[in-house]
C-alpha cells in the first residue's frame, strides 16, 4: 500500500512540475476564469428577480446557480476530457508504454494520471468561487463545507470513471475524444450547468436523472447555496455512490481492455 | 541470470492491404549471461521481438520463456527483470529534467530520488549524461539515446533489451556505450539483447539472431554466424544499401 501512494506521490510531483514549467498556466486560470464569469454576471443581472421562482430550491439567485454550474463544468472537462487528452498524449510521446513496461498496477495508474489534474481544477475552481463571491457579491456563505466535500469526492468519483471510458476512445481510435466529446455534450446540455433540469421537458428531465453530473450539481447546489446537511443530501449521496459503484468497474475493466488491445495492436506507443 | 526461450513466435500489424508479418515462427533460445546481437534489415522484426520479450507487445502466436515462466504471466516480475529502450519512442516528458525523468520512473520501480541520483552518477562516467538538470527538450539526439539507456538501467535488470544503442551516436559516446556494454553489463547475472544495424556493436555480442522479413535466418555463436558466406554477403549489401 505504501508504494501505491508512493507511486501516486510521484505522478502528482511529475505533474507539478510539468505546471511549474508552464509560467503562464496560472495567469491564463485566473484570467479565464474572470472572464468565463463576466458574461453570467451581467446575464444574472438582466434577469434578476425574474427567475427567482425556478430558482427558488437553490436560492434564488442565478449568478451563484450558474457558478456552481460552472465549477461542476470544470471539473467535469478534467475529469472527462482532461483525463483522456492526457492519455493520448502519453501514448504519442511514448511515455504510456515506458510507464506500462514497469510494475506499477493499473490503480495506481489510473489514480496517478487523474490526482493532479483534479487538485489543479480545485484550484481553479476555488478561484472562480472567490472571484464570483468578492468581485460579483455572489452569496455563498451559507455553505456546509462537509456536506461539500463529500458530494466533491463521490461526483469526482463517478465523473473520473466517465474519463476511463473516454481515454479508451482515445487509445483505440488515436484520434480526438469521441467519447468524451459526446459526454460532456450531453451533460453539459441536460445536466443543469446553466439552468435548471426542471426546465427541460419532462423525457429529457428522465434522461438527465442518468447523467452523473446532473446529480453531481444538485448535491453541490444544495451544500453550498443552501448549506444542506449530510443527512439532508443523502438521496443525491447515495445515488452518487450508486453511479460510482456501477462507473468504476465498468470504466477499469473497458480501459485494461483497451491496453490489451493495445498491446496486440502495437500502438501503446503511436506518433500521429 | 535470464534464459530466454522463444517458440514460434508470430506476430502480425494490420494493414491497408490486409496484414505485415513482422515475425513468422521464429523459435531461438538464447544463453543467460551473454551478449546477444539481433540483426536485420529495416522490417526485419527486430523491435516486434524486443518489444514481446518486453511484454509490452503481444504475440498471436507462440510463447516466450524467461528462466522457464511464460512471459506474459510473470506481470510485475517481469517489468522488475526487464530494462527496455526502444529509440523510436523514448518516452521522455519535454518538460523535465534528465532527472526528474529517471526520478518519476525510477519511483514506478520503487526506487527512491536517493536511489535514482547515485544510479545517475555510476552511469555518468559510462554515458556521459551531461546536466542532469537541464530540461529533456533542450538535450541533442544522442544525448536524449543516452539518457533512455540509463532508464532502462535504473532498477539493475537482469534482461537488458536495447534497440540500436548507438543510434545518434558520434564515435566517442558509440565507443563508451560499447565499453559499458562489454566491461559492465557482460556479467554472470545478466543478459543483453541488442539490436543494432552497426558493425561495431556487432563485435561486442557473444551471439547473433538473424532475422530476415520475419523469419529467422540464422541464430548461434557471434564467429559462427559472422563467418557465414551468406551472412557476409547480407551484410555487404545491406551496407552498399546504406542501411547499417
Known amino acids: 500500500m505504501r508504494q501505491w501512494f508512493s507511486v501516486v506521490w510521484a505522478f502528482a510531483v511529475r505533474d507539478a512540475r510539468i505546471q511549474a514549467s508552464l509560467k503562464m498556466g496560472l495567469f491564463i486560470s485566473a484570467s479565464s476564469a474572470l472572464l468565463a464569469l463576466v458574461p453570467f454576471f451581467f446575464i444574472a443581472n438582466m434577469i434578476g428577480a425574474g427567475a427567482s421562482s425556478v430558482l427558488a430550491a437553490?436560492?434564488?439567485?442565478?449568478?451563484?446557480?450558474?457558478?456552481?454550474?460552472?465549477?461542476?463544468?470544470?471539473?467535469?472537462?478534467?475529469?472527462?476530457?482532461?483525463?483522456?487528452?492526457?492519455?493520448?498524449?502519453?501514448?504519442?510521446?511514448?511515455?504510456?508504454?515506458?510507464?506500462?513496461?514497469?510494475?506499477?498496477?493499473?490503480?495506481?495508474?489510473?489514480?496517478?494520471?487523474?490526482?493532479?489534474?483534479?487538485?489543479?481544477?480545485?484550484?481553479?475552481?476555488?478561484?472562480?468561487?472567490?472571484?464570483?463571491q468578492f468581485v460579483f457579491s455572489a452569496h455563498l456563505g451559507n455553505a456546509n463545507l462537509l456536506s461539500?466535500?463529500?458530494?466533491?469526492?463521490?461526483?469526482?468519483?463517478?465523473?473520473?470513471?466517465?474519463?476511463?471510458?473516454?481515454?479508451?476512445?482515445?487509445?483505440?481510435?488515436?484520434?480526438?475524444?469521441?467519447?468524451?466529446?459526446?459526454?460532456?455534450?450531453?451533460?453539459?446540455?441536460?445536466?443543469?450547468?446553466?439552468?435548471?433540469?426542471?426546465?427541460?421537458?419532462?423525457h429529457l428531465q428522465a434522461a438527465a436523472a442518468f447523467l452523473p453530473l446532473t446529480h453531481f450539481l444538485e448535491g453541490l447546489r444544495q451544500a453550498v447555496l443552501q448549506g444542506r446537511t449530510l443527512a439532508e443530501l443523502k438521496p443525491t449521496l447515495l445515488l452518487l455512490l450508486g453511479l460510482a459503484l456501477i462507473l468504476w468497474p465498468l470504466g477499469g475493466a473497458a480501459f485494461s481492455a483497451a491496453l490489451r488491445h493495445l498491446k496486440r495492436a502495437g500502438t501503446l506507443s503511436f506518433r500521429s | 541470470m535470464p534464459h530466454v526461450k522463444v517458440e514460434r513466435l508470430t506476430k502480425r500489424f494490420p494493414s491497408a492491404n490486409g496484414s505485415i508479418t513482422a515475425l513468422q515462427d521464429v523459435s531461438v533460445e538464447l544463453a543467460p549471461g551473454r551478449i546477444w546481437a539481433i540483426v536485420g534489415d529495416n522490417g526485419a522484426g527486430k523491435t516486434s521481438l524486443l518489444k514481446i520479450l518486453a511484454g509490452v507487445l503481444r504475440a498471436d502466436a507462440g510463447s516466450v520463456y524467461l528462466d522457464g515462466n511464460d512471459v506474459t504471466r510473470l506481470g510485475k516480475r517481469l517489468a522488475m527483470a526487464v530494462g527496455l529502450a526502444v529509440s523510436d519512442t523514448p518516452g521522455f516528458y519535454e518538460r523535465l529534467s534528465g532527472r526528474h525523468n529517471l526520478e518519476f520512473f525510477g519511483a514506478l520501480y520503487g526506487l527512491t530520488a536517493a536511489d535514482v541520483r547515485a544510479s545517475i552518477e555510476s552511469l555518468e562516467q559510462a554515458l556521459a549524461l551531461g546536466d542532469p538538470d537541464r530540461p529533456y527538450q533542450t538535450y541533442s539526439a544522442g544525448l536524449k539515446q543516452r539518457w533512455l539507456l540509463a532508464r532502462s538501467l535504473l532498477h539493475q535488470p537482469a534482461l537488458i533489451l536495447w534497440d540500436e544503442p548507438t543510434r545518434s551516436q558520434d564515435p566517442q559516446h558509440a565507443a563508451k556505450i560499447r565499453a559499458l556494454i562489454s566491461n559492465q553489463l557482460r556479467k554472470p547475472g545478466s543478459?543483453?539483447?541488442?539490436?543494432?544495424?552497426?558493425?561495431?556493436?556487432?563485435?561486442?555480442?557473444?551471439?547473433?539472431?538473424?532475422?530476415?522479413?520475419?523469419?529467422?535466418?540464422?541464430?548461434?555463436?557471434?564467429?559462427?554466424?559472422?563467418?557465414?558466406?551468406?551472412?557476409?554477403?547480407?551484410?555487404?549489401?545491406?551496407?552498399?544499401?546504406?542501411?547499417?
Open chain 2, 191 to 244: 543478459t543483453v539483447i541488442m539490436a543494432t544495424h552497426h558493425r561495431e556493436d556487432l563485435a561486442t555480442a557473444d551471439g547473433i539472431v538473424w532475422l530476415s522479413q520475419g523469419k529467422l535466418r540464422a541464430f548461434g555463436e557471434r564467429q559462427l554466424i559472422d563467418s557465414d558466406a551468406a551472412f557476409i554477403s547480407w551484410w555487404r549489401l545491406s551496407q552498399e544499401a546504406g542501411q547499417p
Open chain 1, 148 to 202: 461539500l466535500m463529500v458530494v466533491l469526492v463521490l461526483g469526482l468519483a463517478c465523473l473520473s470513471a466517465l474519463g476511463l471510458l473516454s481515454a479508451c476512445g482515445v487509445l483505440i481510435y488515436k484520434e480526438a475524444d469521441p467519447i468524451g466529446w459526446g459526454l460532456s455534450g450531453i451533460m453539459r446540455l441536460l445536466g443543469g450547468v446553466y439552468f435548471p433540469v426542471s426546465l427541460l421537458p419532462s
Open chain 1, 58 to 132: 437553490y436560492g434564488g439567485d442565478y449568478f451563484a446557480f450558474v457558478l456552481l454550474g460552472l465549477a461542476a463544468g470544470r471539473y467535469m472537462n478534467a475529469a472527462v476530457a482532461g483525463f483522456a487528452g492526457r492519455i493520448r498524449s502519453e501514448q504519442q510521446e511514448g511515455t504510456l508504454e515506458a510507464m506500462l513496461s514497469s510494475p506499477i498496477s493499473l490503480s495506481a495508474f489510473l489514480a496517478g494520471s487523474l490526482v493532479w489534474e483534479l487538485v489543479w481544477t480545485t484550484a481553479e475552481v476555488g478561484l472562480y468561487l472567490v472571484i464570483g
